[in-house]
Nanobody
Framework: QVQLVESGGGLVQPGGSLRLSCAAS????????MGWYRQAPGKERELVAF???????NYADSVKGRFTISRLNGGNTVYLQMNSLKPEDTAIYYC????????????WGQGTQVTVSS
């Protein structure tokens, strides 16, 4: 069973920064994509960013230029550096991984709260 351990959430003032991390372990298969989703109260879960094993990245328009996703040497830990945070970034952030298998398997972390407020 794949385990995802998230850390780094918290309370920050507008304009501040936070760094989330997610470490995956226990997978029988190599991990292809790692990413972050978020869900604000009353809203659907949405993609924030993902990174593939080869390093390609994709970001939601709302976070481009402010957030950076990284993954050291294509390993099983993913980071999300969040700068210039806004109140609308407040949400529970979930780590997501997709294995490099057929069929691909998807796993979710337990979520970490990010609150941007003065």
């Amino acid at each position: 069973q794949v385990q995802l351990v998230e850390s780094g959430g918290g309370l920050v003032q507008p304009g501040g920064s936070l760094r989330l991390s997610c470490a995956a372990s226990g997978s029988r298969f190599s991990i292809n994509a790692m990413g972050w989703y978020r869900q604000a109260p009353g809203k659907e879960r949405e993609l924030v960013a993902f990174i593939l094993r080869g390093g390609s990245t994709n970001y939601a328009d709302s976070v481009k230029g402010r957030f950076t996703i990284s993954r050291l040497n294509g390993g099983n830990t993913v980071y999300l550096q969040m700068n210039s945070l806004k109140p609308e970034d407040t949400a529970i952030y979930y780590c997501n991984v997709v294995t490099n298998s057929i069929p691909a398997l998807t796993y979710w972390g337990q979520g970490t709260q990010v609150t941007v407020s003065s």
